[in-house]
């Protein structure tokens, strides 16, 4: 009896010896870290004390990055969503053979480095780039326009690199949805489109949530886009934790932005799946 | 009260579906009378299911028209046609409660927020299920499930019902039942109705008429009794029930029967058939259920039977009645299906089986 207790325990535990060490050590390091002192002269002092959060929220600056930061990822969110669903959906009813090639594009940047795709749009959106330098030989403009170090070319990036997750994730719910619920409700009196309302959309809302919340998360802990594609003023969160850390080397007010990021994406995390879980999407679009 | 039936009141015309290169329906013609039930049998990937989807819209045919109530109803979309459509798998709305799913059809009739009401209270008190309206599916039985679907689908009073292998996905036990509710549902209502299935104790138990069905064709149309006794081909007389089939040369008539000589030069007799010429080859087909056994040393020969010998090579015991394989001298291996009368009969007993001429029928080869 005492053995089929502590049996699986024993088969999971390199994996939890690897989760422990590799997730949960360095975010107590993290953690711990937060609390240290730095001293003028560039060390930093083991103690316990809240000065780097108080240095945080001491004036505008921070807070306002941090802001900024959960506005791009929303918009990012909200993009993602509608350009996003429609390949999905097109995955989903598409009978052709090729969809597992098609399948394979979505997938195909991940086999290409971050920083080359990222770095790849300045070649398109740059004064020289392949836009520019098209409108300017069709005589459609007469100066190039400026469309890096932007807000939208920051954007830009986040998109391609974060689209496949949203695609993948609402293709995998719409994929578990039963084609024969579509043709009940066509065959009760609805069209395609009002088919497409009342079962399609509602059931396919997991995945869309799942991605809505992944798109989120990964959009506040990258870097590369703003730093890369983005002007002064796009900075975001992630950028000002990487100059602190590897710019200043001041690891504990590093530690204590990264903490503050970590606690508030925890808080819109568990929000969002308290009221914004699965059944509650599910009734609030069924009543319609 | 006799209002006129129309005999045609779903009819198929030349009716023909190709994938690709594969024919799935091969163009035919079919006629389905007004409130019968109709059932579309055959092995997977007969036709079957497609002639429905096609009725549904849910499949284009490539050629050929449909016509219910003598409109043509090709270019009707899906949600005009006013079918109700019930699936193998149930198909009910996992999000909407009981209630909304059977009030779904009426929303998009426009009925109002009263009328619904009852009409779905009704629909759920039809299918013996009142009171669940504020349950999700999910909080039922399989078999509870697709009484809801029913209930969902008579409730917009759809001119045909149609039902794509509804009770497969069932337990044994509840098939039967659910069989006979859809067969008495069916009968009160009087909703003409389709019902697609592979199972023939379910085509043969409720059916007005049976079509059976493969390779995209109809092998036969009749009544359950017509195709059971009287089946047409080979392929009708072994899909429904046991058959044993034995090669012959049609002999001399022998009033009432027809003599048939057997390939071991034995004559044995059957039943007559008008479009059998003497010396045409045929085969005999024999139900499993109409030959009886008994033991060799009992034999006392009666006049006007036919009789076989052999020995008992295996059996299963089915509780009521005992299936026998019976081994003849020349080779054959016969299947008999008999009710055990005191004790069964064992392997290795040599037997002999006596069959009426009546049951004895000639097919072509």
Known sequence: ?288 | MTQERDPAFVRFAGIEKKYGRVVAVKPMDLEIPEGSLVTLLGPSGCGKTTLLRMLAGLETPTQGDIYIRGKRINDTPIHKRNLGMIFQNYALFPHKTIFENIAFGLKYRGVSKTDMQKKAEKALETVRLPGVGNRMPSQLSGGQQQRIALARAIVIEPDVLLMDEPLSALDENLREDMRREIDNLQQQLGVTTIFVTHDQREALSMSDKVVVMKDGFIQQQGTPEEVYNNSANHFVADFLGHSNFMVAVVGEKKSPFLEARLADNTLCLVSPAEDFAAGAKAEIVIRAQKMTLGYKTDFTRQAEMNYFFGKIVDRSYMGGEVSYFVELAQGQVLHVINFVKRAPYRRGDEVYIQVDPFHCRLLAP
């Open chain 1, 1 to 288: 009896m005492k053995e089929k207790n502590w049996k699986p325990l024993l088969l999971l535990s390199p994996s939890l010896t690897a989760v422990f060490l590799l997730l949960v050590v360095p975010v107590c390091f993290v953690v711990v870290y937060s609390f240290w002192l730095r001293a003028p002269s560039g060390q930093d002092i083991p103690a316990f004390q809240f000065g780097n959060y108080a240095k945080f929220f001491a004036d505008f600056f921070y807070p306002s990055i941090l802001l900024n930061t959960l506005r791009v990822a929303l918009e990012t969110v909200i993009l993602c969503l509608f350009l996003g669903y429609i390949p999905a959906f097109f995955f989903y009813k598409t009978q052709s053979r090729l969809k597992p090639y098609l399948m394979l594009l979505v997938m195909l940047p991940f086999w290409i480095s971050f920083i080359i795709r990222t770095l790849s749009w300045i070649n398109i959106l740059g004064d020289s780039g392949l836009i520019n330098h098209l409108l300017l030989k069709a005589g459609f403009i007469s100066a190039p326009l400026s469309l890096l170090y932007n807000e939208g070319a920051v954007i830009m990036g986040l998109l391609q690199y974060l689209l496949p997750f949203m695609i993948l994730n609402i293709y995998v719910s719409l994929d578990g949805i039963d084609k024969s619920l579509t043709e009940a409700a066509q065959s009760l009196g609805c069209t395609e489109w009002q088919a497409f309302k009342e079962v399609t959309l509602p059931l396919s809302m997991p995945g869309v949530s799942a991605g809505c919340l992944l798109v989120f998360v990964l959009t506040c802990g990258t870097y590369l886009p703003p730093m890369i594609l983005g002007g002064p003023g796009n900075e975001m969160i992630a950028n000002l934790i990487f100059k602190r850390v590897i710019g200043t080397l001041d690891w504990p007010f590093g530690s204590a932005i990264s903490v503050i990021l970590m606690l508030l994406l925890g808080l819109i995390v568990y929000t969002y799946n308290r009221y914004m879980g699965i059944n509650q999407i599910f009734k609030s679009l069924s009543n319609g």
